[in-house]
């Protein structure tokens, strides 16, 4: 398995970040996570064919995660892509997609290749071959702490996801709402685990991986005027070869 950093930054628009967005290719499919504004502009400076991508996977609506749908398909649409493409978003948002994409003038019946939207369920896994595959679970990042009352309560909603193939299974946190959420998925003993760094502490997070199974942590969402890298840099040699900050383009071959 290869993990593609292709955005690591936070919300926040940075010149040297752009959103977090990872590409995971296995063996014979590429899934593309989250596609935050400017995400186009991130595959692009790394030089990766949109065609690599077989499947999209959306983990929240957040506009740093998903507002770069509409541009990304327009580049598939002119670049004649032919091949098949899966849009993987919650259930209770296929219908929010289609009228998104439909006022964004974006007709898939007019594309040269087949889009299909695919609503997922939480604890439902999605196998994209044999051995590669990913389980969402509901986090606590969204909730309606607004209490605001226009929007259907089931369209709070904010995947983590294990992302598993024959050998090995990574933890990718996305955005989430507390430290609770790093033991999702606490059960399956994932190796790996990419955790978001702006809505839960650096040091919260380290004080998490004291009594952790996790070998390998990689920080994404990492707004850089919060000191991160410097935080980073006083960490004891163990937790250097253990903790990473990413940076947009690393790659990582997790292996057992
Ligand atoms: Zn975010
Ligand atoms: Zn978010």
């Not at 596609?35 to 065609?51: C, F, M, P, R």
């Not at 959420?181 to 990419?194: A, G, M, Q, R």
């Not at 199974?213 to 991160?228: A, P």
Request: glycine fraction near 4%; charged fraction near 20%; hydrophobic fraction near 40%.
């Amino acid at each position: 398995m290869e993990v593609t950093f292709v955005g690591t930054g936070s919300g926040k628009t940075q010149l040297k970040r752009f959103h977090t967005s990872l590409l995971i290719s296995s063996k014979n499919h590429s899934l593309l996570i989250d596609t935050g504004d400017g995400i186009s502009k991130a595959l692009l400076s790394l030089e990766i064919d949109l065609n690599k991508i077989d499947s999209i996977f959306i983990t929240h609506t957040h506009s740093d995660h998903f507002s770069g749908i509409a541009s990304l398909l327009t580049q598939m649409k002119m670049a004649e892509r032919t091949k098949p493409l899966y849009f993987y978003i919650h259930s209770s948002f296929v219908n929010f997609a289609n009228n998104f994409l439909f006022s964004s003038f974006l007709f898939p019946e007019t594309f040269n290749f087949l889009f299909k939207i695919i609503g997922y369920n939480f604890g439902q896994k999605i196998l994209f071959d044999e051995n590669f595959g990913i389980l969402p679970l509901q986090n606590t990042h969204i909730t309606n702490k607004h209490n605001v009352k226009l929007i259907p309560k089931n369209n709070f909603v904010s995947a983590s996801i294990l992302i598993m193939d024959a050998e090995i299974s990574i933890h990718y946190t996305s955005d989430i709402g507390s430290i609770a959420d790093l033991s999702l998925f606490n059960e399956f003993f994932p190796k790996y685990l990419i955790v978001e760094s702006t809505h839960v502490s650096f040091y919260h997070i380290i004080n998490y991986l004291e009594n952790s199974f996790v070998e390998k942590v990689y920080l994404v969402h990492i707004n850089d005027n919060d000191g991160i890298v410097d935080k980073h840099s006083k960490l004891s040699y163990k937790l250097k070869n253990k903790i990473f900050i990413t940076y947009d383009g690393m790659k990582v071959y997790p292996t057992i």
